[in-house]
């Protein structure tokens, strides 16, 4: 029978654990989104969000080459501290736009964008930005993974990811769900399962764990896709620390757009998706308890491979890891993230 190798659930206390709801990827009109800094801020505080990372593509930060500051938030009137909100340092790197010449990286905890930085010549460098993000102490994400663009470049192949997860070790995350509200969002849970399925072949020990993000552009683009970061307290550290274990749950909501969806349950506001309330790994199962939730799933090398809330680890089907996807309300969903499965040796 297999056994779980890895649970990125093993150092989360369900009886202690506070829900932090975060969503970090959002831009303004330091780039190309619609709403000023101060209005995204606002907007997210409005439906209860705990953390917020404004990721303008290729700035931030007071000292940007550009003049568009979206850090720290008090440049724009506003103090996390007096929201009850932690702001995360965050940029996008795009390269040029028109051309796709990178693919989207969503990064945080860092302050690459320096006078000092030859950033503006090298912000098709995918290779240098990588490597200084690395040196810098950032955490990174791949923003929509399969959007057409950048997908030519790259190839949309596994093992594109596969390598350069390798390489670097600040690549953390995979956004399988970006902008729901938007015009056209992104769904990559197909690459993603290519991406863990190969990761598992090559022996990596932990995963690209699974993102979601609004990816906001416009007011009505703010509430769609978030985490739900499982922490014994509220800080910027703790909320580092699971994006690095991947103590988080995932969230896809298509009725998230509306105010009223999120709401207040006496801890935090939530909207209607799926709320995981324990999750138990034991040496022949892995049980989920859940509250709003119509179905789960669970997912296997890309397959579904059991339906139920109990998951036995000698099922059918089962390959090199495991995640569930938790159906609710007007098709929100949350995921897990992947639980990393072994065979004994003989
Ligand atoms: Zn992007
Ligand atoms: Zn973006």
């Not at 801020?41 to 409005?46: E, H, L, R, T, W």
């Not at 506001?269 to 999750?279: D, E, H, K, M, Q």
């Given at each position: 029978m297999r056994h779980v190798e890895l649970d990125p659930y093993a150092e989360v206390n369900w009886a202690t654990a506070t829900r932090c709801k975060a969503n970090l990827h959002a831009h303004t009109t330091c780039s190309d989104g619609a709403l000023s800094p101060a209005e995204v801020?606002?907007?997210?505080?409005?439906r209860g969000y705990d953390a917020l990372a404004i990721t303008d593509h290729d700035t931030y930060g007071n000292d940007s080459g550009t003049g568009a500051a979206t850090w720290p938030w008090s440049a724009h009137g506003r103090d996390p501290d007096e929201l009850g909100m932690l702001a995360v340092r965050g940029t996008e790197f795009t390269g040029d736009p028109v051309s796709a010449s990178i693919p989207h990286l969503t990064s945080w905890f860092h302050d690459l964008w320096r006078p000092e930085d030859p950033f503006t010549a090298r912000n098709e460098d995918l290779d240098w930005i990588l490597t200084t993000l690395d040196e810098r102490g950032a955490a990174s994400a791949w923003a929509h993974p399969t959007r057409g663009g950048e997908l030519r470049v790259h190839g949309g192949a596994a093992d594109w990811f596969v390598e350069r997860h390798l390489r670097h070790a600040h690549l953390r995350g995979f956004e399988v769900y970006s902008g729901t509200g938007r015009r056209s969002p992104i769904d990559s849970s197909a690459l993603y399962d290519r991406v863990l399925t190969l990761q598992r072949r090559r022996g990596v020990g932990v995963p690209l764990w699974a993102n979601a993000a609004d990816d906001s552009h416009a007011a009505d683009e703010i509430g769609f896709d978030y985490h739900v970061h499982l922490v014994e307290e509220?800080?910027?550290?703790?909320?580092?620390d699971s994006l690095e274990r991947g103590s988080y749950l995932v969230v896809q909501d298509p009725e998230g757009g509306r105010l009223e969806r999120h709401l207040d349950d006496g801890d935090g506001?939530?909207?209607?998706?799926?709320?995981?309330?324990?999750?138990e790994v034991g040496r022949s199962a892995i049980r989920i308890d859940a509250e709003r939730c119509a179905r789960i799933e669970w997912i296997s090398d890309g397959e579904?491979?059991?339906?139920?809330?109990?998951?036995?680890?000698?099922?059918?089907?089962?390959?090199s890891y495991v995640r569930a996807v938790l159906h609710g309300d007007r098709g929100a969903r949350t995921l897990t993230q992947p639980f990393l499965l072994a065979v004994p040796a003989p």
């Open positions: 801020i606002d907007a997210y505080a409005a509220r800080s910027t550290a703790a909320l580092r506001f939530w909207t209607a998706a799926p709320a995981v309330t324990r999750l579904v491979v059991h339906t139920g809330a109990a998951l036995h680890l000698d099922a059918a089907g089962l390959g």
